[in-house]
C-alpha cells in the first residue's frame, strides 16, 4: 500500500453548542514516514485548538 496523502481533522466543544474545527492535509513525498507526520499534523492541530499557556514566573520585582 502507498500512503499518498494524510489528513487529521479535530474538533473542539466551544460550549453553548458552538464547535471549531480545523482540519490539515499533508502530500508524502517518497522519503516521508507516515507515522511521522501523522504525528506532526496531529501536534499542528493541537497547538492551533489548545494554545499552550504561558506560565509565568515569579520575579524579584513581584509583591506577593
Known sequence: MKIETITYKRVKNL???QTE???VTAVL???DKPDQVSEQ???LVK???FPPTPVSV???TDNF
Open 29 to 31: 513525498d517518497q522519503y
Open 15 to 17: 460550549g453553548n453548542y
Open 21 to 23: 474545527t480545523m482540519e
Open 41 to 43: 499534523l496531529r501536534e
Open 47 to 49: 497547538n492551533q485548538l
Open 58 to 60: 515569579p520575579t524579584e
